[in-house]
């Protein structure tokens, strides 16, 4: 019942992603807009950075219940900006086959024998998939994200992070390494930690053994 809601807001992957995703729902914002309002909010983020700003802005809602639609908007903005991924991907083939990336990109990682990082950064505004680098080793990319975690945290001068959102199970590979991944970025003082759970779409593109993990700060 439309007299329950003042308000709707729709958390989307990156428009930078999936641009037919965030066009169809703001099709659907302008048709019922004299219905209902409705915000359309560009996460700039995949997999659980959407789930990481979601829960933050349910948790700025909550707890401002009396804001206005333009609070709202430029408040999820700055939880977007402040929301960082990083993960681990086995292959890239994956990301290419599903649109993801060029194949320029998804044949580097297979002919050099490395581990790309990738990053979705919310400060990117094109809101794109980028390179954060790369090992040939487990431990060196998990030191490198756990290394961009601190250095964005100096970045917006914090010395805690609000919430950690990780992300693995895509098969049974790499349970070890992502352990350890996560075991160091919970040593980073935080209020919340959540173990994400993967979903069938999620390990079409990330591939069997790929692992990651999102920070709002």
């Known amino acids: 019942n439309k007299s329950d809601f003042d308000l709707m807001i729709h958390v989307l992957m990156s ?13 659907v914002r302008k048709q019922y807009e004299n219905v209902i309002p409705i915000i359309n909010v560009d996460s700039r983020q995949i997999i659980n950075g959407v789930g990481n700003v979601l829960l933050a802005i349910i948790d700025i809602v909550k707890a401002n ?3 206005s639609r333009e609070e709202i908007e430029r408040k999820a903005q700055e939880v977007v900006e402040s929301t960082f991924s990083y993960f681990v991907v086995n292959d890239l083939k994956y990301l290419y086959k599903g649109g ?22 919310g400060t990117e505004v094109e809101g794109i ?7 040939r080793t487990f431990k060196q990319v998990n ?24 992300i693995s199970g895509y098969g049974d590979k790499n349970a ?24 069938l779409v999620d390990a079409v593109y990330i591939g069997p053994g790929g692992y990651g993990v999102s920070v709002y700060l």
């Open 176 to 199: 070890d390494v992502y352990s350890e991944l996560f075991e160091k970025v919970k040593s980073i003082p935080h209020d919340d930690y959540i173990d994400g759970k993967p979903a």
């Open 100 to 121: 993801r990336i060029g194949k320029a990109q998804s044949l580097m990682g297979s002919i050099l024998h490395i581990i790309p990082v990738i990053g979705v950064l």
């Open 65 to 67: 219940p009396a804001l």
């Open 143 to 166: 030191s490198m994200i756990y290394d961009k975690i601190i250095e964005k945290m100096n970045e917006k001068s914090v010395s805690k992070i609000k919430r950690i959102i990780s």
């Open 15 to 27: 428009s930078g992603i999936s641009a037919a995703s965030f066009k169809v729902a703001e099709n």
């Open 129 to 135: 998939i980028v390179p954060i680098g790369k090992g």
